[in-house]
Nanobody
Framework: QVQLVESGGGVIQVGGSLRLSCAAS?????TGWYRRAPGKQRELVAS???????QYRDSVKGRFAISRDDVKNTVYLQMNSLKPDDTAVYYC?????????WGQGTQVTVSS
């Protein structure tokens, strides 16, 4: 069993920045972030493989950056130039062949 605890969410103005952190009891091959906005389906935001291969959804490319620290078992999501459409609950995950374990989520609200 793997435990994941997210932190760093909050309320931020349009154009601002936030850094999400996810502390894991251990990280598997792939770790990353999904989000779910009100009334919408869950969507993959970014992921990072143990070999440091990253993947981003198009709408966050150039604004978000994912990184992982395998010594601290922590994954980060640096979010810059935030937009109202980024408002969502952000969930950390880890897994070997896709998400296997999930965190409880952290709310990010971008206010205009």
């Amino acid at each position: 069993q793997v435990q994941l605890v997210e932190s760093g969410g909050g309320v931020i103005q349009v154009g601002g920045s936030l850094r999400l952190s996810c502390a894991a009891s251990r990280m598997l091959l792939t770790t990353g972030w999904y989000r779910r906005a009100p009334g919408k389906q869950r969507e993959l935001v970014a992921s990072i493989h143990k070999a440091n291969i990253t993947q981003y959804r198009d709408s966050v490319k150039g604004r978000f950056a994912i990184s992982r620290d395998d010594v601290k078992n922590t994954v980060y999501l640096q979010m810059n130039s935030l937009k109202p459409d980024d408002t969502a609950v952000y969930y950390c995950f880890t897994g070997d062949l896709g998400p296997q374990y999930w965190g409880q989520g952290t709310q990010v609200t971008v206010s205009s």
